[in-house]
């Protein structure tokens, strides 16, 4: 089942180096995760050279050591621009341990020195208080992936390479990690890549058989039914290793590897250059390699009578009791002792010339390479004039538009101007979500079969749409972290699919924000659309506003909410959001025609105050008896209907219309950047008077926004209560009692004094509310009256 | 590339049978989308008639029907017991037609006769404001499968048959769904499935060839790639449909079905009687179909000029404009006179008799199959006592135990007590989550290859490990609502990869408790562990306590959050979980040895009443100067250990210790059924008190439960603050201001009058913070005085 083994263009000699390298990376793996001194062994291994806490994972390290400095080689003969992505993000030792090999370690951390001192220091950071984490993390050279939540590798490869024709991704794909779903569904990216225009990932598919407890999957079917799979996930497939004849031995290894990836390399070439010269007509077998090597190879064969190397219990920390139990140490300094460091490293500890030779120079260096620390090839978006896409709006509440709709020829234009630097992901959304207009200038990118009568598929299409979220999420990812631009449009409902996805690039974020050589980045951008209140046609399982409450845990100085409740508001949000950097931010707008309120002058001013008073809307220029505050679009036309109500049936009530574009603005100044000073929320929502706050998503998300708030005791707050079903756009806030006939009722509650009017007026609204209903169940659509309701003329 | 037709049982007479009973699902399935009357269509069709919002799904429906009206057949012929998954819940007219076909609707639903006007109702209530979702969903007789969000029908439809030797889950992926990263990794599941105790699943990969508004990968790669996805999936693939020799003539692909169908179920028969008759040695390669019809099948061709039919376009509603547009109208008058209702109905609207004898009998047919409705078959757990396992605790904070560790013998005898109706899913952290006890009675499920020195792996395994939240997840679905009962234990920040499967779960709950005739199941039933306060090894990318914070999101009526502080509560909380019906429990406990507090008896009444004073580790019984208030084990042992502090140190103090084991007991009673009456809440935690709440998750949810209390604006709360990193586990506390001398300093801050004695103890506290810091930084480890910490002796 083997793939014949081509021939090497490495002799024995240099594989002796890349041998002797390998061995290194190794050594000093091993080093991280159990010395805290002696680290070249200069004494006898004693016990207070060992860390009292063992916190690493050995298991998949040799392996990816393994590629590491096969990877070196041919970047030397090659001049490749490649960068290292590595699933099994378990693996940090390995990676750190080649970073400070190719000398970048020290160079972005100079304290972590070249010597044997550095070395020690090197050693001791590792998994240990005030110093590096355990897995491959934003604080390792060289990476773009945090080696924490497993499955999104290969995306983030693909979606590095995206653009960037010269890049070659390497890309180290656990098999745990492949039984993940993202993963799985991963290896079809190969559809959506342009050899002409991207460059090429290498999938590693690396089988050490085990991961924590099991044996993996695919370390367990039949080799031709593996190989079945990656043909069928269109790949052409090289086996390297595990064949049983001479499978764990390095040398015959090194030799097989050495030739697999020449010949992958040759493939890889000859399919870009077929392409590029116009003479591809199908989409490419792109090569990958099985890799199948011992889990846990080079370490201690067996610990206390039971097999380690080769098995699960080489995942973690093979060896454990190093301090208490003089034959674990042995056993320890026995293995390590047994990559002979004295070869490796000269009198200093530093390595010795021959193999710092094996290094690629510069930013060859995968560890060095800028595309893994993006924000250094950032550069800005040519951004079209937004005001230029305005709506008119003679006056507010009576024209009516698709905000979504308007924002598409904003983007169309965004991505025309950079068409090297800017993707539009969406899982087969990018026209229900009323964004078509941007294929006036592009298609969708698509390198599989084409038939008549397709609509804008291209290879280089700048849309990237694939019924799956954690695809877009993942590109979107590998593209941003490797410097590019790009927003994400997904159903509300569903963006929950990436939660985990998100809090992970969140923290990478967040990490980095912290990290002096990391540049920032561009933002991650959401637009949520066909959210959760036009969701009637599809019913309950497509109603959930959560994800605003997902991304408000996350830490303040990374995470932006944006509610705007018109088609200018958006754009002039939109174009903040795109220009910003090292944020998550997270839009949410309707796709379906609604009122517009502000002029493009108005929208620009109100979104950089966040929040505002609508003079219009409201009936005092002075202290309200209430005040009626609304975030969201659907949330604000119910309030300013309430308001008009207010105006016609209790005249005399003296109301305010306070509208909320950013989210964060709520919060005290303390806990966000964004956050409304105290007096100025007072200002606004005063001390003491009701206020009835109609919210986008779950109300609980305001309370806990606002519970610092003096008048907090106040805010009653209506917004999502998981009722919905296949319904009506107004029985759908009808029936989480968000509408503006339940607003009223609820203002004439709260404010005290009413008196008989205020009693009247409220059986009216009960009585609207059951007649609205019994229309809507009669006639399957909602009253023309209510629907068609815009503020009345002169307002 | 086609499989070679095999010669069908099924004679030309019978096919045309099936023929017109897809005809009139397909007729009924038009007349839900479009016809508020005229259902027979007894006069010309008018604007009256039609609906005027059209809500519906058509392009897949087609497809449904046909496989539908072909496994009746076998169902017969074979006496099969059979499940159909749609996993293209777009396609809900479909199923609800072929229910109300088969008589079942009209049995569940009497107010829809099988007449005249039955179909007039069972027409206007699709997608109509009052009536049914336009998805399959619980609403559905026969379905396990809400149709909203994409991904899950394999892993519900394997789920399904674990267990169930007898039953046949006919299961049809979408080529749109195909695409998601859950169902791409789901096809694995096949190497968890054992011929001799479970029943298979027969997989139909539904080639429609369009999304929304793209082509689909799957139909879009060339057959020979896709039989060797396929095969390298594990299955032997049948290609029906599509070969361009007549694969759009019904009557050729009735044919190819039929026989195709009569070959798979055959091959199924000789794999299982294989396996039981102890023949198998390797896993067997299921058969699986891939059915390639075009989209919207048998619907309009071509409207206003564009092709519909095997298009994008036939998605949703082909032709639109049917109430004002005469073209239209008559368009779609065509199209179902086309189907010839009056050779299908008879003159009372009934379908005729030769049509009627197509369905199975009884609970034979997929639309009655009470597996479908899992609460009919459930039968109670056969529960050891979880007293029996109790940990004896002598005086409380001075032992400890592992909570998870114990828990592990427990269930490992509801394990074996329960071998045919308990399964416990994990991915690949069984063992690490300190469960390994269930290993003393069982294996982990596994049929692909083995090797020598594995551990625990069998066919018959009880515990489920995969690499995949989602599969786990989604099995454990798929058996539960099937009817019955499990337990999936999860990293507590990975389990947010199935938000969105969770939410799905939970709305589905919702909505079937209020339909009268499905039956309430299992709970779905979480255990959260390795959580964020003991991922110091693991780091930041592995601590997000957030899943609870997105649970309570959901209806309260279906919710249940536990955070037992100890080894016994969690066996009273697990035991109590394990029996309740129809909730989502979460269970967060951690797995490393803790101090316990409560005896068996103590903790059972402690869990009873969800929260309570613990009088040992406050400092007076009457009325205290402070509460601190703790939910989770770590800020219980912080509280207790701050608690201890301060009755060394401000002996004067009056202190209250409040530890709250369910969470839902914070909210108001109006809120949550387990909601803490306003007095009593006032009672235990004061009106005007202040109140430290160490809580184990991010503070706000705190906030957001008690914001109602009396006492809320003195409830000061700490919690995780998104800070940490591969550390100790004390540091981890200390970086997120959890930790006991900070807690003190809290109500150092908080309580008024405390003076000198007060200032001395806050400098103490704030220098015992730096050491404990240096400590960790020097040596690695924390401190032992304050690892080792237990309540004094006498407390």
């Known amino acids: 089942m083997h793939t014949p083994a081509p021939t090497s263009t490495c002799g024995p000699a240099e594989l002796e180096l890349i041998d002797a390298w390998w061995r290194a990376a190794n050594y000093l793996s091993v080093g991280q995760i159990y010395l805290l001194d002696n680290p070249l062994l200069r004494e006898p291994l004693a016990a207070a050279h060992v860390k009292p806490r063992l916190l690493g994972h050995w298991g998949t390290t040799p392996g990816l050591n393994l590629l590491y400095a096969h990877l070196n080689r041919v970047i030397r003969d090659r001049d490749l621009d490649a960068l290292y992505v590595t699933g099994p993000g378990h693996g940090g030792p390995g990676l750190v341990a080649n970073a400070y090999l190719e000398g970048t370690y020290s160079e972005v951390y100079p304290s972590i020195g070249t010597d044997e001192d550095g070395m020690r220091a090197l050693f001791r950071q590792f998994s240990f208080p005030g110093g590096i984490p355990s897995h491959v993390a934003p604080e390792t050279p060289g990476s773009i992936h945090e080696g924490g939540e497993l499955g999104y590798a290969l995306v983030h490869a693909f979606g590095a390479v995206f653009d960037n024709p010269d890049l070659l991704a390497l890309c180290v794909v656990g098999d745990g990690e492949a039984e993940t779903g993202p993963l799985a569904a991963s290896w079809h990216s190969n559809k959506f890549l342009n050899p002409v225009t991207d460059g090429a990932v290498l999938p590693v598919l690396h089988l050490n058989g085990y991961k924590i407890a099991n044996p993996t999957v695919l370390a367990r079917i039949p080799e031709p039914e593996l190989a079945d799979l990656m043909r069928g996930y269109g790949y052409a497939p090289h086996f390297v290793g595990g064949d049983g004849a001479g499978g764990e031995d390095p040398m015959t290894v090194h030799a097989q590897l050495a030739a697999t990836l020449d010949a992958v390399l040759d493939d890889i070439a000859t399919i870009q250059a077929t392409a590029r010269g116009g003479g591809a007509t199908v989409r490419p077998a792109w090569p990958m390699i099985v890799l199948r090597t011992p889990k846990g190879w080079t370490g201690p064969k067996e610990v206390d009578g039971l097999p380690v190397e080769g098995t699960f ?95 598409g020829g904003f983007l169309r234009d965004v991505i025309a101007a950079n068409p090297d630097r800017f993707r539009l992901m969406g899982p087969d959304e990018t026209a229900s979500n009323r964004l078509q207009a941007v294929f006036e200038t592009t298609d969708r990118a698509w390198d599989a079969e084409t038939l008549p009568g397709d609509d804008h598929l291209a290879p280089d299409g700048r849309v990237m749409e694939v ?329």
Chains 1, 2 share one sequence.
């Open 313 to 407: 219990r080489a995942h973690q920390v093979p060896v454990a009791q190093t301090r208490t139990n003089p034959a674990h140490r042995a056993l320890l300094e026995g293995w390590m002792r047994g990559y002979r460091p004295e070869e490796l490293f000269d009198a200093t500890g530093a390595l010795v010339p021959e193999l710092r030779a094996l290094a690629p120079r510069g930013t060859r260096r995968m560890s060095a390479n800028p595309h893994a620390n993006g924000g250094l090839l950032l550069r800005d978006l040519t951004m079209p004039d937004f005001r230029a896409y305005a709506v008119a709006v003679d006056r507010p509440g009576t024209g009516s538009s698709s905000a979504t709709g308007v924002l």
């Open 467 to 795: 019924l799956s979220e954690h695809l877009c999420q993942g590109w979107l990812e590998g593209y941003l972290l490797t410097g590019r631009h790009g927003l994400f449009t997904c159903y509300e409902a569903f963006v929950h699919i990436v939660d985990s996805m998100f809090n992970q690039h969140a923290k990478w974020l967040k990490t980095t924000n912290h990290i002096p050589w990391r540049a920032p980045i561009a933002s991650l951008n959401y637009l949520l659309t066909s959210h959760v209140w036009r969701q009637d046609h599809n019913g309950l399982s497509h109603q959930d506003p959560g994800f605003i409450d997902h991304v408000v845990n996350k830490k303040s100085e990374v995470v932006r909410v944006y509610l705007p409740p018109d088609t200018n508001t958006l754009l002039s949000v939109a174009d903040h959001c795109l220009r910003s950097r090292h944020y998550v931010n997270v839009i949410v707008a309707g796709k379906q025609p609604a009122l517009t309120y502000l002029t493009m002058d108005e929208a620009i001013a109100h979104c950089t105050r966040g929040l505002g008073i609508w003079p219009w809307a409201g009936t005092t220029d002075g202290d309200p008896d209430v005040v009626l505050a609304c975030a969201g679009d659907t949330p604000t036309l119910e309030t300013v209907a309430a308001a008009d109500l207010l105006r016609t049936h209790l005249p005399q009530l003296g109301v305010r219309v306070v509208n909320v574009v950013d989210l964060m603005r709520l919060e005290p100044d303390s806990e966000h950047p964004h956050g409304l000073p105290g007096r100025d929320f007072d200002a606004l929502f005063t001390p003491d008077k009701p206020v009835i706050f109609a919210y986008h998503g779950y109300p609980s998300l305001i309370h806990r926004l606002t519970y610092r708030r003096t008048n907090h005791r106040n805010i009653h707050v209506r917004g999502y209560k998981e009722e919905g079903t296949t319904t009506t756009p107004f029985d759908m806030v009808m029936m989480n009692d968000l509408d503006r006939f339940r607003l009223v009722m609820d203002v004439i509650d709260r404010v005290p004094g009413l008196g008989a009017a205020g009693a009247v007026l409220r059986q009216r609204m009960s009585d609207a509310r059951v007649a609205a209903r019994a229309y809507t169940r009669e006639h399957g659509e909602d009253d023309p009256v209510i629907a068609g309701w815009v503020w009345p003329e002169g307002g």
